[in-house]
């Protein structure tokens, strides 16, 4: 459920000046889940794709949510107006499709990372009970890491005290069984023709305790998935005894 403010101003983008985000092809992210393999079993023998099957699925969840990421940035370009159309018919379907893409699933790639943790460090529990960001968090806190793990726990620790992350958490849980707010902006200026699909309101959404226009939050959260799922991944392959 949204909390709408409704408003106008005349400082939305200037059309064209955005360069769109990248979106990373599956292969990339899930060679770099499976670069971890040769750590993992060094820790977990042959458990180890307890451990990698986690990274794995959240390479899958990166991608996702740089698609929701990109989307939210064609919405504000004129070149991609009726592709977009095409597909979440408005801004309205735009905005719910990233918003949902580059919350949830930037914040679900952490949390299998996470899991990932969990295993390495036997703390799990049941086959099918995989732990969260904040159980990890929690669990660290009673009992440090074994020393072997620390290149890899601590800097995974610092990410999770972040206000960054801190910010990922609270939108993902109240867009997925809480209320968010958004503001819908009208703009002063001509339409260009065609027109973005985002034309003539900006769609802004509450991140980080200010309305954010929403390409530019979920830019942040994707930044912020991608940069510790890579981290993670390499932190961990770097513990691999050296071949």
Same mark, same amino acid.
């Given at each position: 459920?949204?909390?709408?403010?409704?408003?106008?101003?005349?400082?939305?983008? $200037?059309?064209?000046?955005?360069?769109?985000?990248?979106?990373?092809?599956?292969t990339?992210?899930f060679?770099?889940?499976?670069?971890?393999?040769d750590?993992c079993?060094?820790?977990?023998?042959t $458990?180890?794709?307890?451990?990698i099957?986690p990274l794995?699925?959240?390479?899958?969840q990166?991608q996702?949510?740089h698609?929701g990421?990109?989307?939210?940035a064609?919405a &504000?370009?004129?070149?991609y107006g009726e592709?977009?159309?095409?597909?979440?018919?408005d801004s309205?379907?735009?905005?719910?499709?990233?918003?949902?893409?580059?919350?949830?699933?930037s914040?679900t790639?952490v949390d299998?990372c996470a899991?990932?943790?969990?295993?390495?460090?036997?703390?799990s529990?049941?086959?099918?009970?995989?732990?969260?960001?904040?159980?990890?968090?929690?669990?660290l806190?009673?009992?440090?890491?074994?020393?072997?793990?620390?290149?890899?726990?601590?800097p995974?620790?610092?990410?999770?005290?972040?206000?960054?992350?801190?910010?990922?958490?609270?939108?993902?849980?109240?867009?997925?069984?809480?209320?968010?707010k958004?503001? @819908?902006?009208?703009?002063?200026r001509?339409?260009?023709?065609?027109?973005?699909?985002?034309?003539p309101?900006?769609?802004?959404?509450?991140?980080?305790?200010?309305? @954010?226009?929403?390409?530019?939050?979920?830019?942040a959260?994707?930044?912020?998935?991608?940069? &510790?799922?890579?981290?993670?991944?390499?932190?961990l392959?770097?513990?691999?005894?050296?071949?």
């Amino acid at each position: 459920m949204a909390n709408v403010l409704v408003g106008s101003r005349a400082d939305l983008r $200037n059309v064209g000046e955005m360069t769109l985000p990248n979106v990373p092809p599956h292969t990339e992210l899930f060679n770099i889940a499976v670069g971890t393999r040769d750590a993992c079993r060094l820790f977990l023998g042959t $458990n180890a794709e307890s451990a990698i099957s986690p990274l794995a699925i959240a390479a899958f969840q990166l991608q996702a949510a740089h698609v929701g990421a990109r989307i939210a940035a064609m919405a &504000t370009e004129a070149a991609y107006g009726e592709m977009l159309r095409a597909i979440v018919t408005d801004s309205e379907g735009g905005f719910s499709v990233s918003l949902n893409l580059s919350a949830r699933c930037s914040a679900t790639v952490v949390d299998l990372c996470a899991a990932a943790l969990g295993r390495l460090l036997g703390r799990s529990g049941l086959p099918s009970r995989e732990m969260d960001a904040a159980e990890i968090a929690n669990s660290l806190k009673k009992a440090p890491a074994p020393a072997p793990l620390a290149p890899l726990v601590d800097p995974f620790v610092v990410r999770l005290g972040s206000t960054d992350w801190d910010s990922i958490v609270t939108l993902r849980h109240a867009v997925t069984h809480k209320v968010y707010k958004r503001g @819908v902006y009208g703009s002063t200026r001509q339409a260009p023709e065609p027109a973005p699909l985002a034309w003539p309101q900006q769609n802004d959404v509450e991140w980080g305790g200010r309305m @954010v226009a929403m390409d530019a939050a979920a830019g942040a959260m994707v930044s912020f998935a991608d940069d &510790t799922f890579r981290e993670f991944c390499g932190n961990l392959a770097r513990l691999a005894p050296a071949s």
